[in-house]
Structures are given as structure tokens and as C-alpha cells.
């Protein structure tokens, strides 16, 4: 705890990074701990409900947009009804927030003024800012040489991921995000899926100079699990590594789980591929970045749902980086 240097906190401008559902558990943790917070989320999505508005409206995926939304949402009401997902008919798998902001995105000129205006909705704590002003296809090489198109298409079993990118080439991040990022205290990059949630967050055009000219704490939450068909022998560091090829030399931080975990949690992540991720500290040190440890993950997790970060004790210890760095 921060005896005493809570209300310093508050008035931290934070930026967060990402997408799934690493960004919203970071953003239910920070929304009332500090007093300027923005996310900037993937629109990479070409999959399930986002996949299917994206190809039938031409709308950016607004599914990732939506979690965020709803996590920092003040009328908790009227984020239920956004989070409500049909289980029949023509609208099966679709959420009724995803149809609403595509349906403001259509009325207001532009998907970023859409989400503007369903914040405004759900009166949120904070801004939500799409990672491009337009939609973005992920474009995926492999170490073998090949490559594939889209998110849904990015993880094949045998390959390993060496790079992503996104076209349209150049297509601009939102000033007011990148502007958001410029006035930060703290920017966080949130755990979650490496190559196809991070990093397709921070691949906006400008978004690559804002953070090489930004002179605070970047500080990246790393995953307790390698991702099988994305991170399959990833280290921390090659984590690390990864972030920095596609958003520059900008980490200065990494948040890990200091905890074990029990055998039972190992064996039936094991089943499906995946094992705790390699902690070495020397090599992220030699890489300029600073590892801190914490108990991250929330307790009574027994596997079976998935291990997850818990939003309040990530939230602390983001604010104590960014305190300690003032």
C-alpha cells in the first residue's frame, strides 16, 4: 500500500496500450486511482461480432473499443446492456455495443467520433482512443519466410511469428491520442496477446516518435503465460525485444508476477501448450529495462478460468512506478 502518497497518484496522467482482455482488467484498476487516464486500443480485429460489422459496414472492429468502454464506464446500467451478446438468429454473437458504436460511428462521420460519443453515453472515466483512425489489417511474417493476412489467420500451428505490421501503411494514430501520450505522467503497455493485441496497438502512424520523444516511464505488464502459436520459447526478453522492434527503444520498466504458481495451474495450462514465462533478469537488465516484481495475480485462481492479473494490485504498482519516477 502507499501510506500516505495516495492522493499523489490521483494526479497521474496515465496512457495505457493494448487490447483483449488485458487493457480493460488494467483499466477497472487505474479508473479511480488516477486523475487523467486514456487507453489506446487495437483495431486490428477481424474476427468473431468486430469481424463480421467489419466486413458487412466497413466499420473498424469496435469489440476491443467496447471492453474499454465498458470498464471505465460511470452508468454501469447502460454498460450491461452494451456487454448483452445475442444467442440466435441473424444477430447471434453479436453484442448490442458493438451494433451501437458502429451504428454512432455511421451517424457521426467517423469511427473515432463514434466512440467519442458512446464515452459520452456510458459517461466515462477517461478516454478511449482507437489505435488508427481507420481500420487496420495485421500482416504477419513467419521466421520461415512466409506470411499471412489478418488477425484471425495470424497464429498457425508450427510457425513461429518473427514480425507484424499493418496496412494501410501510414495510417495515422489520433492526434488527441498521440497528444495524450506527449502529456503523460506514465504510459503502460498491457499484458495480453503479443503480436496480435500489443503491439498492433502502438502501430499507429506517430505513435513510434511520440513515444521515442517521451521522457517518462514506459512500463510493460508482462504475461505470466507464453501464448501458444505466438510466444511458444519466449523469454521475458524476447518479449521485451519484440515490443522494442515494432515500437522502438521506449521500455524502461517491466511489471512481473513474483509469485509461483501451483502444479495444478502448470499441468492444465501445459495441456494447451503454454508455460510460465522466463523471468531473466540479467539479459532484460543489459537491455535498459528495470524488472519489478509483485504479486499480480489475482489470489484463488486455480486455472480453471484462466489465470488473471488483478486489476487493483496492477494498478498500484503502476502508480508506484510512476510515482518513483516523478
Given amino acids: 500500500m502507499y501510506t500516505g502518497r495516495m492522493a499523489r497518484a490521483l494526479d497521474l496522467r496515465v496512457v495505457a496500450f493494448g487490447g483483449g482482455t488485458g487493457l480493460p482488467v488494467l483499466l477497472r484498476g487505474l479508473r479511480d486511482r488516477v486523475g487523467d487516464l486514456s487507453a ?41 446492456v452494451f456487454d448483452y451478446r445475442f444467442d440466435a438468429g441473424e444477430l447471434s454473437n453479436h453484442t448490442v455495443g458493438n451494433i451501437i458504436i458502429a451504428a454512432l460511428a455511421d451517424m457521426d462521420g467517423g469511427f473515432c467520433e463514434g466512440v467519442e460519443r458512446a464515452s459520452r ?47 494501410p501503411a501510414g495510417a495515422p494514430a489520433p492526434e488527441r491520442a498521440v497528444e495524450a501520450v506527449r502529456r503523460a505522467d506514465v504510459v503502460v503497455l498491457s499484458p495480453g496477446s503479443l503480436f496480435t493485441s500489443t503491439i498492433p496497438a ?18 510493460y505488464v508482462a504475461n505470466v503465460m507464453t501464448q501458444p502459436g505466438e510466444t ?48 531473466d533478469r540479467e539479459v532484460l537488465e543489459s537491455l535498459g529495462v528495470a524488472v519489478r516484481g509483485a504479486s499480480l495475480v489475482s489470489e484463488g485462481d486455480d486455472g480453471r478460468r484462466g489465470l488473471r492479473h488483478d486489476a487493483a494490485r496492477l494498478a498500484e504498482e503502476v502508480c508506484r512506478v510512476g510515482l518513483v519516477r516523478l
Fill in 232 to 279: 511458444d520459447g519466449f523469454a521475458l526478453s524476447d518479449h521485451v525485444r519484440a515490443l522494442m522492434d515494432h515500437a522502438g527503444p521506449c521500455l524502461t520498466d517491466v511489471l512481473v508476477h513474483s509469485g509461483g504458481f501451483s502444479r495444478e495451474v502448470v499441468e492444465r495450462y501445459g495441456e494447451e501448450g503454454a508455460v510460465p514465462v522466463e523471468v
Fill in 202 to 219: 502502438l502501430l499507429g502512424d506517430g505513435m513510434r516518435e511520440a513515444l521515442a520523444e517521451f521522457e517518462g516511464p514506459v512500463v
Fill in 121 to 167: 453515453f456510458l459517461r466515462i472515466k477517461g478516454r478511449v482512443f482507437p489505435a488508427a483512425t481507420e481500420s487496420l489489417t495485421l500482416l504477419v511474417s513467419y521466421t520461415d519466410g512466409t506470411c499471412a493476412r489478418g488477425e484471425s489467420a495470424a497464429v498457425v500451428a508450427g510457425k513461429k511469428i518473427s514480425a507484424v505490421a499493418v496496412e
Fill in 40 to 80: 489506446v486500443v487495437t483495431v486490428a480485429d477481424d474476427g468473431g461480432s468486430s469481424g463480421r460489422l467489419r466486413h458487412e459496414l466497413g466499420v473498424a472492429p469496435p469489440g476491443d473499443v467496447r471492453n474499454c468502454l465498458v470498464a471505465l464506464a460511470g452508468r454501469k446500467k447502460l454498460a450491461e
